[in-house]
């Protein structure tokens, strides 16, 4: 067992925007006062990018792979037959099995659970508590197809792996340890607290078991443990606690403030797992924090001054908050840096006046909490650095870690596995990610400086957020790659990043900037009649229905419809918006194919493209040499346009299992029904009864819900012909 190897936690949240957390922004209106702090105890990570949307952003996470060559570059439907394919080793298997390593989820899963081998427990973690699936209700975890009908199911399970003693873990041989035979059990309840504080609890309990048990063997038996914790906070429905979202009272707009109140919950949950953290687990551990992709901006999120949103290859779709902190006194992982390149990054010269009599004194931080010295890791190195500290403490300058390099959430798992003490020789092949360990420990201390919401022209990148002055073993990464036959779409789009450069090719299905609102709507750059009609109509559902039934209605509308509609009404019936970009010409119409080129560092903000200068040509060859690479060896895809009739009395409603719903009183008897795998382990799932393309099943539901309609209305009709002859009659 690699007993001395670090404990790896790794915290993901959802949709979580660049200007959400405070420490990237100067003017974030969302209170983050312990996630703040955290970073700046830790390296901030000011270019770190995902894939736009959230499955192929954890199936890169979890295989080191960029999302193509995991099949996966969109998201998981529910009833789909699709998961994570079982092929690819994964980073909790890699680790158990490499690193000697116990493993352990709580949260989000979605990747798939059609199977068993595709759940978590199948993909190599030995304990799990939370949800298969996504856009569940906080408070029930019901997922809901139309607010008007009754829930599809209920999501929430905790299982464990058990293994027979005559089969013991052979660490070091991966092939060998997959193979070890286990059983699972399994139990469905209906967990009453909200959802984030549910995967807060879970989390804790797996980190106190974990402690225990290490508490109970000899040294040499005893191992380290990797926790994934994955939040389902802040994706739709907006539903945060009130203590939270009391929090938020000064935001206009309802979704915004929603949203906020879902990262004050966010950041709450993360303050006290990290107290379980030190508590139990000890110095000796690792904390990553990262979002899975951009926020959704027509449910609260924000990416300003970033371009576009999640589901977009623009900068605030895939360019993310992230943080790694090493909790060991003398920054063992990350390395202490000397107070001279501290100094030299922009601290005052050692003749400027400072009161050398500063007391050990505390840092304050923007929610009041004193911090004492001690807490910050770094100043425990050796006593030139702390006097260096001191000084800056005085002279009210504050300084923090900075990688502004590029990195890539496929970085996570070579990266861990060296944390892990796991030889290189014995990572799985064909892997994109890239080892960063001795990268981040020259993360350089800089003055902490935030972002303006909004850029104001070309070479606007002038603080170190935003420049990638950091040598970084990454020179590119892939960005998106899907085409038309391969889309729930129907549309092509692909995008890399090569050095300074992104290309984009295809067709991007929202073009505009979002900022801070002043009003209850939401704030782009070019605003349309279109925008304000989906939002008016969201509303009206979530207050007829409630925003946990209504919410997968409302994300088909937002994602769906509005990404046809609202750039049709921006481009006919446009209104004149406060914050319209001063260099941009109104871009629009219907499925906009544009190829596009910028400068990622002189231009954040995507504003001017460079693609049709000819000084470029060979900049977008080289670029384009790059994607037609990945092309070339990339693997089937998954097919992430089947399904199984996912309706009330369908095959796949009758795959559901009954649960403990004793513990929820919102739960109806007749809704106790959780989803679970419907599909042996060796039969194929895509040839499975009832599968359809996606479209084919919309299509049944459209006729359905029409047929439904027209009954309604004859029957509305009937009682109104009848009540006229009774009035006759009389």
């Known amino acids: 067992m690699a007993s001395d190897a670090p404990n790896i936690v790794y915290v993901l949240f959802d949709d979580i925007g660049w200007s959400d957390f405070g420490r990237n922004v100067a003017d974030s209106p969302i209170p983050t006062p312990f996630i703040d702090k955290l970073t700046s105890q830790g390296v901030h990570l000011t270019q770190h990018y995902v894939h736009s949307v959230c499955s192929p952003t954890r199936a890169a996470l979890l295989t080191g792979r960029f999302h193509v060559n995991t099949g996966m570059t969109n998201v998981l439907i529910p009833g789909t037959p699709a998961g994570l394919p079982s092929d690819i080793p994964t980073l909790p ?11 352990a989820m709580a949260g989000k899963w979605h990747l798939g659970h059609a199977q068993h081998k595709m759940t978590p427990i199948g993909r190599g973690f030995d304990q799990f508590t939370g949800m298969y699936m996504w856009d569940l209700d906080s408070f029930t975890k019901q997922m809901y197809e139309l607010p008007w009908e009754a829930p ?58 974990h402690a225990q048990r290490n508490a109970e ?30 929090r938020c009272t000064h935001l206009p707009a309802g979704r915004r403030r929603d949203y906020c109140g879902m990262i004050v919950g966010l950041d709450e949950g993360l303050k006290n797992l990290t107290q379980s953290m030190q508590q139990h687990l000890g110095e000796n551990t690792l904390l990553v924090v990262a979002s899975d992709n951009g926020g959704s901006v027509y449910f609260g999120g ?21 943080f790694i902190v090493d909790y060991t006194q003398d920054q063992k992982y990350l390395g202490p840096v000397a107070p001279a390149a501290a100094t030299s990054a922009n601290a005052k010269s050692e003749g400027d006046e400072v009161d050398q009599n500063t007391p050990e004194s505390a840092e304050t931080t923007t929610d009041g909490d004193s911090v004492p010295l001690e807490d ?11 006097d260096w500290h001191h000084k800056r403490l005085a002279a009210n300058v504050s300084y923090s870690r900075v990688f502004p390099g590029m990195m890539h959430v496929s970085d996570w798992l070579p990266t861990l596995l060296t944390y892990a003490q796991v030889p290189a020789e014995k990572f799985p092949a064909k892997l994109d990610g890239m080892d960063f360990t001795s990268t981040l420990r020259s993360a350089d201390y800089a003055e902490a400086k935030t972002m303006a919401h909004i850029c104001t022209g070309f ?84 207050y007829l229905f409630g925003k946990g039934p209504s919410d997968t209605l409302n994300i ?34 219907l499925h906009d194919t544009t190829l596009r080129l910028y400068n990622i560092i002189h231009d ?25 690479q990945v092309a070339a060896h990339r693997p089937a895809l998954l097919p992430l346009d089947l399904q199984i009739d996912i309706s009330h009395g369908s095959v796949w409603s009758k795959s559901h299992v009954p649960g403990d719903c004793s513990t929820n009183p919102d739960i109806k008897p007749e809704h106790c029904r959780f989803t679970h795998s419907w599909v042996a382990d060796d039969v194929d799932p895509m040839k499975q009864k009832g599968i359809m393309t996606a479209t084919t099943y919309r299509g049944i539901r459209m006729s359905q819900l029409i047929s439904q309609a027209v009954r309604a209305l004859a029957g509305l009709a009937s009682v109104v012909v009848i009540g006229r002859m009774v009035m006759k009659g009389m």
């Not at 059990?185 to 804790?204: F, G, L, N, R, S």
């Not at 000899?218 to 009391?246: G, I």
């Not at 970033?306 to 992230?322: C, I, L, N, Q, Y």
């Not at 990148?461 to 790659?481: I, Q, W």
């Open 93 to 103: 298997s890699l680790l158990s099995c490499l690193g000697g390593y116990s493993t």
């Open 152 to 209: 599809l199911a209920l999501d929430w399970v905790t299982e464990e792996r058990h293994y027979d003693a005559a089969h013991p873990k052979v660490v070091g041989n991966h092939s060998v340890c997959e193979a070890r035979p286990y059983t699972y059990t399994y139990k469905h309840y209906a967990e009453p607290e909200h959802a984030t504080v549910a995967i807060t609890t879970a989390a804790d309990k797996y980190i106190k078991q």
């Open 217 to 246: 063997v000899a040294k040499d038996e005893q191992s380290p443990l990797f926790l994934y914790v994955a939040y389902t906070a802040a994706h739709s429905p907006l539903q945060p606690l009130p203590r939270h979202v009391a």
């Open 302 to 322: 924000m990416n300003a001054p970033f371009r576009g949103h999640k589901g977009t290859p623009f900068e605030g779709g895939v360019r993310v908050p992230a």
């Open 376 to 386: 910050v890791k770094i100043a425990e190195v050796n006593t030139e650095w702390k």
């Open 459 to 542: 070479d606007a990148a002038d603080d170190a957020l935003m420049h990638h002055t950091a040598a970084s073993p990454r020179t590119g990464f892939l960005v998106e790659m899907y085409y038309a036959n391969e889309s729930v779409f129907n549309q092509t789009l692909v995008a890399y990043r090569l050095g300074d450069y992104k290309l984009i090719q295809g067709t991007v299905r929202d073009l505009n900037y979002y900022y801070e609102s002043t009003t209850k709507r939401v704030n782009s750059s070019h605003l349309s009649v279109g925008s304000y009609m989906v939002e008016a109509v969201v509303e009206w559902q979530d």
């Open 556 to 589: 088909v509308l937002l994602h769906l419809w509005m990404h046809d509609l609202v750039p049709l009404f921006d481009y006919l019936y446009p209104l004149k918006s406060p914050d319209a970009h001063p260099t941009i010409a109104r871009e629009g119409g």
């Open 604 to 628: 954040p903000c995507e504003a001017f493209n460079l693609a049709e200068d000819p000084a470029y040509a060979s900049t977008i060859a080289a670029i384009q040499k790059e994607l037609d």
